[in-house]
């Protein structure tokens, strides 16, 4: 089965195609706010490098946060426009769980950080088995300072991943027992989700477009203004 992963929660946005033979192709740009401008030339680009046509795919893999509004909302409305057109289901993958999985090899407990914009960040950590990662927490969304706090009360070593480490790279770098890990790493990558996709589409672990909802965590930045009483 061919996999379109759309990836688009932080200020990269990107898509791969893959299957059971790994990652056929990819494209990834970092451009702040250019997403909805950027994805439909990158999913026809990616067709192209695959040389598939999008009837050939089976599935639509789709990034479903937490991140950044805007970002996640281009994302998921295309995913879910593609999988309604294709009449193929759905697959959703947290954006944590991307960020986590290339790093599933490291031995070490794993933090991962998402700047979430305001002084805060997105977060949870996971623990490393054979293959692949496991949440340990859930997903919250928090000052830099309490991840900070949750790293001096853990035992053993931790690396710490995504732009949110990078951006407060000061409040983490030389805590005990604490790394960062390279800022290659910093964000989600649509090769990982097209890779944890095809796990899970494996065990046909499906989900409905109509199913799909993204992962917040909070209110957007941008609020529409409330009509006034009139006088």
């Known amino acids: 089965m061919l996999i379109l992963g759309i ?10 195609i893959g299957g059971h033979e790994g990652v056929r192709a990819s ?28 009837s050939d795919l089976g599935a639509v893999a789709v990034d479903v946060g937490p991140g950044l509004y805007t970002g996640l909302r281009v994302g998921v409305s295309t995913a879910i426009t ?10 959703a993958v947290s954006s944590l769980d991307l960020l ?14 998402i700047d979430a914009r305001r002084g805060e960040v997105f977060h949870a950590r996971y623990g490393c088995l054979p293959g692949g990662v ?3 927490s859930e ?12 790293l001096l009360a853990a035992t053993g070593e931790t690396l710490v991943v995504g732009d949110g480490a990078v951006r407060y790279a000061s409040m983490f770098e030389g805590l005990r027992g604490v790394e960062l890990a390279d800022p290659g790493f910093a964000h989600p990558s649509a090769e990982s989700l097209v890779l944890l996709a095809h796990a899970l589409a494996v065990r046909e672990e499906f989900v409905r477009p109509d199913e799909i909802e993204p992962l917040y965590l909070r209110r957007p930045d941008a609020q529409p203004q409330r009509p006034r009483s009139a006088p």
């Open 27 to 54: 494209v990834q740009t970092t451009r702040e706010r250019r997403h909805a401008e950027l994805l439909a030339p990158q999913i026809q680009a990616a067709c192209a490098h695959a040389g598939v046509a999008l």
């Open 82 to 91: 593609m999988a309604h057109a294709l009449r193929v289901p759905m697959v």
């Open 100 to 113: 986590a999985y290339p790093l599933r090899h490291t031995g070490r407990t794993i933090a991962v950080a």
């Open 139 to 150: 997903p919250k969304v928090g000052l830099p300072d309490h991840v900070v706090s949750q």
């Open 134 to 136: 496991q949440r340990l």
């Open 7 to 16: 990836e688009s929660a932080t200020g990269r946005v990107g898509c791969a």
